[in-house]
């Protein structure tokens, strides 16, 4: 065993570094700007150093175990660990937010506390993504609430007070049942109760009490993921949202939700989850269509973007409910590729509205030709998200595809049935899609537009935009080069009894 607290590290390094921000001497915007940026990076290149030097690939156990007493009062420990399934989410968590960081050079209004946030973000998803304590898995999640709240209440757009307040009351609200489920499992016929997972997973409970258990987890991850109808505060908080911002909540915050539902509902609760699968499958089936629909009628440009978040975490709930290891596989894949994909789509439509100054699709058009290089990068990052092959949406659908095939306990007409609604998805998807990038850069250009003239991309962001593309084109021709990462754990997850405890 490793006792060289590494995980602690790279939990606070983020946090207690913003934390000096205040002490900076003040010699404008730019020494913070950089201060982030090297903060970012640091952190980002600590992390792939643990993984490749630490961390033992063929071992599906946890690793880097740490465990600290922090509160005596209801045994709250600082528990940390990583296995396969994490180290992919944190290293997404890793390089989401050194782009977003360099994404936010721009801002100018109070760049002390917007960079804090955001650092105090960093720290407390890769804390989420570590957590092997469901009392401190609770504690990280909450820690999102302020930073993001603050983030939409300070740099949001002219709704930003209404967004943020729905933001807050969504996810603040639905945050409490992860708590009372916490507690049930902790102190359920239990002496000396105990948050820690790994002794967790080998607790029984009667099935009716595992289900409430498992709705209540279930209700929390609704809203973040998000998973319809508790997905509408997912649109206004993007279309207010600084874009730097939207990065870090489509590429890594709607991440959280997946992640818990694999890590405590599915591990933890095998039996109620082998109830919930089929609905789940049918939830996500249903989901992509509405999302893909709804997408289509959005007149605004960040709003047609977050719906089609919506209709893609579809395959999440698709692959996870399909109880098979290419359908699980490839709903990890899919929450990576996703994150990548809609950073790169909400980041291009940011700077595409800082020079239109419209997010309005009626009212672009023709800004091809004065934006060649945000179009082809904007094209390209389209193309990804509608899943062509070649890139990682592409293998990640075709996996989940082939995860409702293989499960054996489904019958031929609720799989008939489900391939058919996510085909009637998959045709829609190019639709909304391509109906934006004609609506922005063909045609002629609107008399809406008050300038004439707009520049083009300049190096750094360019430079975003194809660091983020790389990994959607090289998951896309090589996808086992990730898929090793979690295929361990994902067969051990699998391995446990997915038959209910009657």
């Known amino acids: 065993m490793n006792h060289y607290p590494w995980l602690t590290i790279i939990v606070i390094f983020p946090i207690l570094a913003g934390l000096l921000i205040p002490f900076i001497s003040y010699e404008g915007n730019k020494i913070i700007r950089w201060y ?38 209801m045994d709250f420990h600082w528990r940390l660990g990583i296995d396969g399934f994490s180290i992919g989410l944190i290293l997404l968590t890793g390089f989401i937010t050194t782009l977003a960081s360099l994404a936010a050079w721009p801002v100018t209004r109070n760049p002390r506390l917007f960079h804090f946030l955001m650092l105090a973000m960093y720290s407390g998803q890769i804390g989420l993504f570590a957590s092997q304590d469901i009392l401190l898995f609770f504690f990280t999640w909450e820690l999102e609430l302020l930073p993001v709240y603050l983030l939409l209440i300070v740099w949001g757009g002219k709704r930003r007070l209404y967004a943020a307040t729905k933001f807050v009351l969504y996810t603040a609200g639905s945050s409490i049942f992860i708590l009372i489920g916490a507690l049930i499992i902790a102190f359920y016929k239990s002496n000396n109760s105990t948050f820690d997972f790994q002794i967790l997973i080998g607790k029984t409970y009667p099935l009716e009490l595992e289900v409430i ?53 599915m591990e933890l609760l095998p039996h109620a989850h082998s109830l919930f699968a089929p609905w789940l499958v049918g939830a996500g089936a249903i989901q992509i269509v509405y999302g893909a629909l709804t997408s289509l009628s959005q007149r605004n440009l960040k709003r047609r973007i977050a719906y089609s978040s919506v209709s893609h975490m579809g395959f999440v709930l698709i692959g996870i409910g399909s109880l098979t290891n290419i359908g699980l596989n490839g709903a990890i894949l899919q929450m990576i590729s996703h ?41 390209s990052s389209s193309i990804a998200s509608l899943a062509l092959p070649g890139t990682s949406g592409f293998v990640a659908e075709l996996m989940i595809f082939l995860g409702v095939v293989d499960n054996n306990n489904y019958s031929f007409p609720f799989k008939t049935i489900i391939l058919a609604i996510q085909g009637i998805g998959i045709i829609l998807t190019p639709i909304y899609l391509l109906s934006m990038l004609r609506q922005m850069f063909y045609g002629y250009k609107s008399s809406e537009l008050s300038i004439t003239y707009f520049k083009d991309a300049v190096p750094r962001e360019i430079f975003i935009s194809i660091f983020l593309f790389l990994p959607i084109i090289g998951i896309g021709i090589y996808p086992n080069f990730v898929l090793s990462i979690w295929d361990n754990k994902t067969d051990y997850l699998l391995s446990q009894n997915f038959s209910p405890n009657l």
């Open 213 to 265: 258990i498992y709705l209540s987890f279930l209700l929390a991850y609704a809203v973040k993921l998000p998973i319809i109808p508790f997905h509408t505060w997912l649109p206004d908080t993007h279309g207010e949202a600084h874009y730097s911002t939207c990065m870090l909540l489509a590429g890594i915050l709607l991440k959280m939700g997946g992640y818990g539902l694999v890590r405590i509902n």
């Open 339 to 379: 994150g990548l994909i809609g950073a790169s789509l909400f980041f291009l439509s940011g700077i595409s509205y800082d020079r239109t100054r419209t997010l309005i699709l009626d009212q672009m058009g023709g800004i091809a030709i004065s934006m060649p290089k945000i179009f082809t990068l904007f094209t």
């Open 36 to 73: 982030t940026l090297g903060v970012c990076p640091s952190e980002f290149l600590l992390i792939i150093y643990i993984f490749c030097y630490q961390y033992q690939f063929n071992d599906n156990s946890i690793q880097l175990k740490e465990d600290y007493n922090w509160i005596n009062f």
